[in-house]
């Protein structure tokens, strides 16, 4: 009976072997650990990618169902003079822009709103006849005056452009340094939310529901759920006179 033996290794060549099989294990180590972080690292942006993009969806379908809402509000009901002028009073600087322009193009005018922010001086640009005016809108409450100053930088604004006329349209009232000023000054009209409720008079009864929508048209959240309360509270006050005109 054969016996076999195992060859003896020297001690240089198991330590070969050892360092071998060390190199080996490092380097699988480095292969799983870098495999694992990119994998990780792709699982992470995938993810962010498809939150990102429920995110998107969720705020289209936002809007849109309050796009609908707000269309389906304004269609729906006739307002009265006294309404609208409260709904005017109760816009942000940006939706009376855009309530002037509406209103500006229902009368056959040309009209473009500027940029919101760094508008030079003007908020409407006007056509009429290819002759160019701007227009500067300040949606103002309260007791707080239109001055000199605000005046100053529609012309300085008309001028360096060379328009041909200056239109300046408020909510509000104009102090008497203001009215002085504009009289010095060609081709500048002021108006105000008489002036504004005149312009309203004009034009068709059926156009003031397609202003009024365009200017509330939902932009982000926080304007959607203002003009919600705005509209909520609006309806509950006419209820309210609905059933004291029942009463009385």
């Known amino acids: 009976m054969s016996i076999l033996i195992r060859p003896q290794q020297n001690k240089s060549e198991r330590s070969d072997n050892m360092l071998l099989s060390r190199r080996q294990r490092r380097s699988i180590y480095k292969l799983v650990r870098f495999t ?8 992470v942006f995938i993810s962010s990618c498809i939150v990102t993009l429920m995110i998107f969806n969720v705020s289209i379908i936002t809007k849109a169902i309050k796009y609908i809402k707000n269309h389906n509000h304004f269609k729906n009901i ?38 919101a922010t760094c508008d030079g001086g003007k908020d409407i640009i006007l056509f009429d006849n290819n002759k160019k005016i701007y227009v500067e809108c300040k949606r103002w409450s309260g007791s707080w005056q239109i001055g000199r100053p605000e005046i100053q930088k529609l012309v300085g604004s008309a001028v360096g452009d060379k328009a041909h006329g200056m239109i300046f349209i408020t909510t509000g009232k104009y102090n008497s340094n203001a009215i002085e000023y504009a009289k010095k000054i060609e081709n500048i009209q002021l108006l105000d939310m008489i002036d504004i409720m005149s312009m309203i008079n004009k034009i068709d009864v059926k156009d003031i529901p397609h202003i009024m ?36």
Do not use: H
């Open 78 to 115: 006739d307002y009265t003079y006294p309404q609208i002028q409260k709904l005017v009073n109760s816009m942000t600087g940006r939706q009376f822009e855009i309530f002037c322009c509406e209103l500006f193009k229902s009368l056959g005018f040309k009209a473009k709103t500027t940029v």
């Open 213 to 248: 929508e365009r200017s509330f048209a939902p932009s982000d959240n926080d304007t959607i759920n203002m003009m919600e309360e705005k509209f909520s509270g609006l309806q509950i006050k006419n209820r309210q006179l609905e059933n004291e005109n029942k009463y009385n």
């Open 36 to 43: 694992f972080r990119t994998s990780f690292k792709l699982l």
